[in-house]
Each structure stands twice: as structure tokens, then as C-alpha cells.
């Protein structure tokens, strides 16, 4: 039996299977946070990564954006093999990873800026999403950065894609935390009741909602709706903070961590534009005492990788 996440070391990580992970997950009752980070922007810290920063400040789950594996980049990481980028964060860190996915086609991308200009490695390919497998990712969520056109649609028949091939071999997550390039899929209809149902029926063991007050007409009660809905499929749920508003003051942080708590929520999820690359190290703290308190919060900071 798996042990929550609240009390899990280094050591639990590295022998748990999927269904480990996702009671892990469960039975933490909302107490559960996942930091976004960017490995190819300059590291805050420069030498150290990104992704161990957000560790050092509480994260229990690491989840990388702008991922490429075709051509993996983690700036300030130690020098290594291409493919063995994910394991060795994975031993620097102490903690399990996910990666983003976008199902946008070929040639159907949004205008957008250099930043966030798609590359082949970042795709929602059935050959992308088994590589990031090999490379020892844990869990991959399909969902679109800014301006990027990625559907629901398309992450739905992406979505049905891997779970024939790789469904038992790793968490599948699925979702938009803002309308991503779609404006008819923007405000109340990033993802509705509808989105949750074919989803999760296509794969998804997590469905990804926007928090509460970070997109436009999403409220504490339509997101508390969609989530009480997912558990009733038997997924479970993330709550994310994508519109850099992971880089607002504390008090702001404290608001909606709460508010996602009221949501019913599983995972919280902080993004990665504090000052491009993750969230504000002051945030994921105040976040994560807003949800879970000091002991916990302390706990998961303090705690070594070689435990």
C-alpha cells in the first residue's frame, strides 16, 4: 500500500508504480503540490536548476514545460547524457516528473512569440510521449502554452491514443488552465462537464481545471462542480495557476490557494512565470502553508533526497 505524499521520501518515489502514485496522490486529501518550471530560460539561482529550486521550496511533484525530448535542455543541470536528463533531475531532486504535451497539429500552429514557438520534441506524438517514457518521465499532461490552438478535441483523441499504448505504464493528465489560442474554448468553456466525461472516458487519471479568479467567469463553485464531477469518474483533479499569476503578491497566492482548497481539489499547481521559468519561491511556500501548514510544508523542505 502506498503511503501519502505528506510522509513519502525520496526512497518511495523511486518504487512506486502509476497506481502507486496516484493513492499516493489521493490519499493526501488536497495537500498536494506540483511546480512548473522552464529548462530552457536562464535558472534564477543561474547553477542551479529550476526545477531544484521549486523542490527546495516545497514541491512534491516536478512538471516540466517546454520540455523538448528529442533535444532535452534543463539549464544548470550537471553534464550528462540527452537521455538520461530526466533521471538524473529525478536524483537532484528526489521527487517524480511530468511533463507537458501539446496535441497541436503540423502546420496548425497559433501565432505566437519565440518563447513559446513549438518544436517537434514538444509535440503530442505517440513516439514523443513513449520516448518521454523511456527517459523515465512519470506522467505526461496533455494541455497548450499561450496562443499555442490546442483543442479539447485534440487532447481527447490524444488522450485515447496513449492509453492503448502507454495507459498502464503512466499517469495521464489532461486539461487547459487557460484558453491556450482557442477563443471559442476560453472563459466558462475552457472545459466543461462534457470535456471531464470524454476525457476521462479517453484516459485521463487526472483532469487539469484553472483555478479559481485566475481565468475570467471561473469561480469557486463552477470549478468545485467540475471536480466533484471527476471524482464521481474516478479521476482525480489539479487546480493550476497558469496566467502568471503564480508571480502575484503573497495575499493573492493565499486567496486562491483557499479558494482551490474549497474546489475539493487533489493537486495544486503553481506555473512557471514568476519571472519566466517558475513561480516566485515566496509563493510556493506561502502556498503550500495556506493548504498545509508548517509542519508539512517543513517536512517536504527539509527533508533529504537520500532518505
Known sequence: MAKRILDCYASDFEGFSKMDLLESIGKSEGRVIACETIGTVQPMLVDVTNAEFVSAMGADLLLLNMFDVQNPCIRG??????????????????????????????????????????????????????????????????????????????????????????????????????????????????ITKEDVKRFRKAGADILLFPAPATVPGITVEYIRELVSYAHSLGALTITAIGTSQEGADIDTIRQIALMCKMTGTDIHHLGDAGYAGMSLPENIQAYSIAIRGVRHTYHRMAASIHR
Open 77 to 190: 543541470l550537471p553534464d550528462g547524457k540527452p537521455e538520461d536528463t530526466v533521471r538524473l533531475l529525478k536524483q537532484l531532486t528526489g521527487r517524480p516528473i511530468g511533463i507537458n504535451l501539446e496535441p497541436v497539429e503540423e502546420g496548425k500552429e497559433c501565432e505566437t512569440s519565440d518563447l513559446w514557438k513549438m518544436s517537434r520534441g514538444r509535440r503530442a506524438t505517440l513516439e514523443n510521449a513513449q520516448r518521454a517514457y523511456e527517459m523515465g518521465v512519470s506522467l505526461i499532461l496533455l494541455t497548450g502554452n499561450p496562443g499555442m490552438g490546442v483543442s479539447n478535441e485534440g487532447i481527447e483523441k490524444t488522450l485515447s491514443l496513449y492509453r492503448e499504448k502507454l495507459g498502464d505504464k503512466m499517469i495521464l493528465a489532461a486539461g487547459k488552465m487557460h484558453a491556450a489560442g482557442i477563443l471559442t474554448e476560453a472563459a466558462e468553456h475552457i
